[in-house]
Nanobody
């Protein structure tokens, strides 16, 4: 069973940066489109960013120009570089395939203070 482990979250002030990592227990990163999702309190989980196997990236409008998704196939890891963070980015962040086919991990909490 594949496991996804997210890390890198934390508490930062608005305008700050964080880099999230997602490590998979088996080789899946290189053969699947991967994505970062987030779920804010009281809201549904939403797709934030995705990257295809060919490296094409897509972002939800609210993070365009601020977030960058990347993938290291050799390390079987997906990253999300988050800059110019805003309080509305506060959420638990998860990674998964796109569409999501793997059991969700614990996620990593990102909290942005104003």
């Amino acid at each position: 069973q594949v496991q996804l482990v997210e890390s890198g979250g934390g508490l930062v002030q608005a305008g700050g940066s964080l880099r999230l990592s997602c490590a998979a227990s088996r080789i899946i990163i290189s053969v699947n489109a991967m994505a970062w999702y987030r779920q804010a309190p009281g809201k549904q989980r939403e797709l934030v960013a995705s990257i295809t196997t060919l490296g094409t990236m897509h972002y939800t409008n609210s993070v365009k120009g601020r977030f960058t998704i990347s993938r290291d196939n050799a390390k079987n890891t997906v990253y999300l570089q988050m800059n110019s963070l805003k309080p509305e980015d506060t959420a638990v962040y998860y990674c998964n395939t796109l569409p999501d086919r793997i059991n969700w991990g614990q996620g990593t909490q990102v909290t942005i203070s104003s």
